[in-house]
């Protein structure tokens, strides 16, 4: 008899036991499959789930007194980690059965029951005699509760209640889960007290449900049913980028375009004096039609609105910005439809500067579109001196781009004053809540016919880094993620291995990463000589190496 025609004596099997008579057997059990072989290991008698349990089971054993009845406590492992008996005598049969304290009693070595089945689908379920899959357990009935932690809602174990009989007492339900909300009143209780503060913070806000609320940690997240329609993978890594942003007692109030395109009003509160914070967000007046399932397109940023204003004008323009930061993807998008001519000024040594130069007022004469002079700063004084004279009269319009504009040469400077124009590409450490639509922009264009998506964890990771190559840096990442998974989820797992976890222990505040940047830069214009580097700053040494050390960062 297949599993899909069994039946008890009390006719078909119900569809939550039929579900596990089917995970069992593809997991290669068959009915007279014998439990003499459970796997049991050592388990820390002072978890957290145990602290909070063993009040509660001495209670109940109490009142089970004069009963044929066992308490069951298993871990989140799905390991037994306490068992409590009314009846002495049945302790022995359970043995048998390989139901010890350590015993892994998973639905792959014992089939279905309200230890392991509850364990599988996070619901209570009552198993009668009959319902078991093993022959071993037919003699016993039981029901099993999940425990869920109270504010990470992540599984924590669960209680069983099981007895020598045909079929389960009715009133196992009502008992077995009175006992399971006390443990996880108890779990609450024990839980750090920040958490305490944001649950309670979370769930006085989440009864307005007209609004979309989420609360978060570094452990945890916390959305109520609005939230969770809003936002996806994407949205809660750009939460989480915006939070260290929120002043302690104070609250930041924020636009954010959300993945599935719609503009929301994101008013952002710090919860307790840890990293704990919670977002309310209602929908922009402007914007109150239906939300669109997914986002055909990441929405503009500021840097890319600036770029399609200046399309109007043709003025000469100058594009700044970090190696990296995307300058040439800059051009492009300025030059919308129009045809780009580009010189580059690292070819000067090799072609020759008077060549260079006549190639440049040739083009700037006759080119009808675009011309784009990358990396002026690499140019000699000569040709900086030659180019300025022909930014005015030029027939092509001219983008010029280079590195910082603080990091230019003199005789380059001047070159770029003469532009009217001038757009600084921020650097990737200071888009942060950019990345997922850079992400998710990337991946499409490197790999058109992969269907991925980047989960919260992986966005998260990313995030966290701090991108001294910039764009360029980011699209070598993602495209070994989708090199790695072309279908599906991308996790952690699938990024490079030096990515997979933040940098950072925490996020820098915007104050922090400016302190971060001036440092580098130092650093970086002093060859790495930390006492150069502070006469630089305006600072000791000490106190260079003080900042150091806060910041996390290792030379």
Same mark, same amino acid.
């Given at each position: ?228 329609? %809003? +936002?996806? #993978? !994407?949205?809660?890594?750009? $939460?989480?980028? =915006?939070?260290?942003?929120?002043? @302690?007692?104070?609250? &930041? ?124 700063? %690499? +140019?000699? #004084? !000569?040709?900086?001196?030659? $180019?300025?004279? =022909?930014?005015?009269?030029?027939? @092509?319009?001219?983008? &010029? ?146 900042? &150091? ?7």
């Amino acid at each position: 008899m297949s599993v899909l025609t069994a039946c008890t004596d009390d006719g078909p099997l119900r569809p939550e036991i039929a579900e596990s008579w089917h995970r069992v057997v593809s997991a290669g059990l068959r009915p007279d499959t014998q439990l003499d072989r459970v796997p049991v290991t050592d388990f820390d008698p002072t978890s957290r789930l145990l602290v909070a349990a063993n009040p509660v089971l001495d209670e109940l054993v109490t009142q089970l007194e004069y009963t044929s009845l066992c308490l069951v406590l298993a871990d989140r492992h799905c390991h037994i980690v306490s068992m409590r008996f009314a009846d002495a005598g049945l302790r022995s049969a359970l043995e048998q059965i390989g139901a010890v304290p350590g015993g892994l009693y998973s639905e792959e070595i014992s089939g279905t029951n309200s230890v392991a089945t509850p364990y599988e689908t996070h619901r209570g379920l009552l198993v009668n005699g009959d319902e078991h899959f093993l022959e071993p357990l037919k003699k016993f009935s039981c029901y099993g509760q999940p425990i869920h932690h109270p504010v990470t809602r992540r599984l924590e174990g669960v209680l069983d209640i099981t007895g020598a009989m045909p079929h389960a007492n009715p009133l196992f339900v009502p008992f077995v889960q009175r006992a399971v909300r006390d443990i996880e009143d108890r779990l609450l209780e024990g839980s750090p007290r920040p958490q305490q503060l944001l649950l309670a913070a979370f769930q006085h806000a989440a009864r307005q449900r007209s609004h979309a609320v989420v609360a978060f940690d570094d452990d945890i997240v916390l959305s109520n049913p609005a939230a969770l329609d %809003l +936002l996806d #993978a !994407a949205d809660h890594a750009i $939460l989480r980028a =915006l939070a260290p942003d929120v002043p @302690a007692g104070d609250t &930041l109030v924020r636009t954010v375009h959300l993945a599935s395109g719609q503009a929301v009003s994101a008013e952002a509160s710090r919860i307790g004096a840890t990293s704990g914070t919670m977002f309310r967000l209602v929908a922009e007046p402007d914007d109150t039609a239906a939300i669109p399932q997914r986002r055909t397109a990441p929405a503009a940023s500021g840097v890319e609105d600036q770029l399609t204003r200046l399309r109007e004008t043709r003025s000469p323009t100058l594009i700044s910005g970090e190696p990296g930061s995307g300058r040439s993807h800059a051009v492009r998008a300025l030059a919308g439809d129009e045809p780009v001519a580009t010189l580059d000024a690292a070819d000067v040594p090799s072609v020759g500067e008077g060549r260079w130069g006549d190639r440049f007022a040739s083009l700037a004469a006759d080119h009808q579109g675009v011309l784009a002079v990358e990396e002026i700063q %690499l +140019l000699p #004084a !000569a040709l900086c001196v030659r $180019l300025t004279g =022909l930014l005015a009269g030029s027939a @092509a319009r001219l983008v &010029l781009t280079s590195t910082p504009r603080d990091q230019l040469a003199e005789h380059v400077a001047a070159v770029a004053a003469s532009c009217v124009a001038h757009v600084a590409l921020p650097p990737l450490r200071r888009r942060r809540d950019e990345l997922p639509a850079l992400v998710e922009r990337m991946a499409r264009e490197l790999r058109p016919e992969a269907n991925v998506r980047f989960t919260t964890s992986a966005l998260t990771v990313l995030a966290a880094h701090q991108w001294p190559g910039n764009l360029r840096q980011l699209s070598a990442v993602v495209r070994h993620a989708v090199e790695t998974r072309s279908a599906g989820d991308i996790t952690p797992a699938d990024l490079p291995e030096g990515y997979r976890h933040g940098v950072q222990v925490r996020s820098l505040t915007p104050w922090e990463q400016a302190e971060l940047d001036a440092i580098l830069t130092a650093l970086r214009e002093t060859g790495g000589n930390k006492r150069q580097a502070a006469e630089r700053l305006g600072i000791s040494r000490s106190t260079l190496y003080n900042r &150091l050390r806060s910041l996390r960062i290792t030379l």
